[in-house]
């Protein structure tokens, strides 16, 4: 037994040792320049790894001293993303979004409501000098961030003002409290330790998070404190977090009404009111002088934004593109209500929720996915597990971009990596039902 366990063990700090060889390849021999198809192979060479550490994991979770080893287990994984800061530094190929953060962050300091006015517009022309404004995307559009997050966007830009990369640390902070959030979140769900294996060792998260550094990673510990009193029943603390977490993105919203039926009776007032207050507490100084315009660009992004979709995509093939969004809006809106005339687990229901939306939205970029994460840890779904990374794949567009500056998405690309995720999105709850009725 003792000659398994250790043969067990060296198996799996193996592969949490070739995990972080292949991070570090990702930045050598040089990372001056992109180089896309290296990124590409590396980041599904690291979905890989990160599945067998989590299948190797499991076999682990039963040895000695396993409280030892999971300490040892969180200092590697904070060894992961220290390879993904050092290495990236202040080189932003994947994603330029933290530009946009602290010129809203900018803004804001020198008291200008960041919704007012797109970054093109004269107002600020006394702005466009600096380093931020040259590096910005769509600065003909205002702001779409929500007011916490505009607040820690200030905050951010008042530690260290234009540097893209303390703003990065600065953000890391948050998700170490994710990291605790979902330690206790485990607990809650009675979950098995080698599950939070699947997100400690995740490609998709540290890449968006430490590679690039996109908003998500402010949302997430509040989110993840929201589903833990959210086991616990305390409505009135959901209704802040959850609220807390919207307001950084709006993705939270998607969460919101099933939440809502799941508390009963003055549980609903409590949940309603407290969501509502925070939310109004927040916008409130942004609204004095801005108005409707908080709501920035929001509407021009669902109206018109898309990419890296599935059935969305199809949709559009037979259907004028409005038509599609209207179509897959409606197919969304009837699986939300057939989710909640279900009789599941709430988490069981809040996974669908989002997973739902992922396969049905217009526009999927790979840093979405993050939020269904804590659900995932416990469904232990394979296609979302396998699609976590293969995400990674979209990033194919900036091959072309970084060589003649065209943004053209390769379908057959997409084709490849739907197509094993919708397989096993169907074949292997069908797999399971087959085996059911025979063992009936």
């Known amino acids: 037994m003792g000659s398994s366990s250790a043969k067990w063990k060296i198996a799996f700090y193996s592969l949490i040792a070739l995990f972080l060889l292949s991070q570090a390849l990702i930045f050598l021999p040089d990372y001056e320049k992109p180089r896309m198809v290296k990124f590409l192979i590396i980041t599904q060479v690291l979905l890989l790894l990160s599945v067998l550490i989590f299948l190797v994991g499991r076999k682990l979770v039963r040895l000695p001293n396993l409280r030892k080893h999971l300490w040892i287990v969180l200092a590697l994984a904070l060894v992961a993303r220290a390879i993904m800061l050092i290495g990236a530094g202040d080189k932003f190929y994947i994603s330029d979004d933290v530009y946009r953060y602290l010129w809203d962050g900018e803004i804001n300091a020198n008291g200008i409501n960041p919704y007012l006015y797109a970054p093109d517009s004269d107002s600020l022309c006394q702005f466009h000098d600096n380093s931020l404004y040259d590096n910005l995307n769509h600065n003909w559009m205002p702001t779409i961030y929500p007011p916490l997050a505009q607040n820690i966007f200030l905050v951010g830009y008042l530690i260290g003002g234009e540097n893209p990369v303390i703003f990065k640390l600065f953000t890391a902070l948050f998700e170490l409290l994710t990291l605790i959030a979902l330690i206790v979140l485990a607990r809650e769900w009675n979950l098995a330790p080698a599950n939070l294996l699947l997100y400690l060792f995740s490609p998709l998260i540290l890449v968006e998070f430490y590679l690039s550094n996109h908003l998500d990673i402010i949302a997430m510990p509040f989110f993840v404190a929201a589903l833990i009193t959210l086991k616990r029943r305390q409505s009135t603390m959901t209704g802040v977090l959850l609220a807390l977490a919207t307001l950084v993105k709006f993705v939270g919203l998607f969460f919101v009404p099933l939440i809502f039926f799941f508390f009963k009776g003055k549980e609903k007032l409590k949940f309603t009111l407290a969501l509502i207050i925070t939310a109004v507490a927040l916008y409130l100084p942004y609204y004095a002088d801005g108005g409707t315009k ?3 660009s929001l509407f021009d992004y669902l109206r018109d934004w898309q990419y890296n979709a599935s059935i969305f995509f199809v949709l559009k ?16 809106i009837t699986w939300l209500i057939y989710l909640m005339v279900r009789n599941l687990p709430i988490e069981r229901k809040l996974h669908d929720t ?3 939306y992922l396969v049905l939205t217009p526009t999927l970029f790979p840093w979405y996915f993050v ?10 779904s394979p296609a979302f597990i396998y699609l976590s990374g293969a995400l990674l794949l979209s990033y194919h567009v900036h091959i072309g971009f970084y060589a003649n500056g065209t943004w053209s998405p390769m379908p057959w690309v997409g084709i490849m990596y739907y197509t094993p995720f919708y397989l096993l999105l169907i074949g ?9 009725r025979r063992n009936v």
Request: glycine share 10%.
């Open 428 to 436: 292997v709850p069908l797999y399971h039902r087959i085996r059911r």
């Open 294 to 296: 908080v709501l920035g």
């Open 317 to 332: 093939y037979f259907f004028h593109v409005t038509a599609a969004r209207y179509i897959v809006a409606g197919l969304f």
């Open 354 to 356: 989002y997973g739902g």
């Open 371 to 380: 939020w269904i994460y804590p659900m995932m840890l416990r469904s232990l």
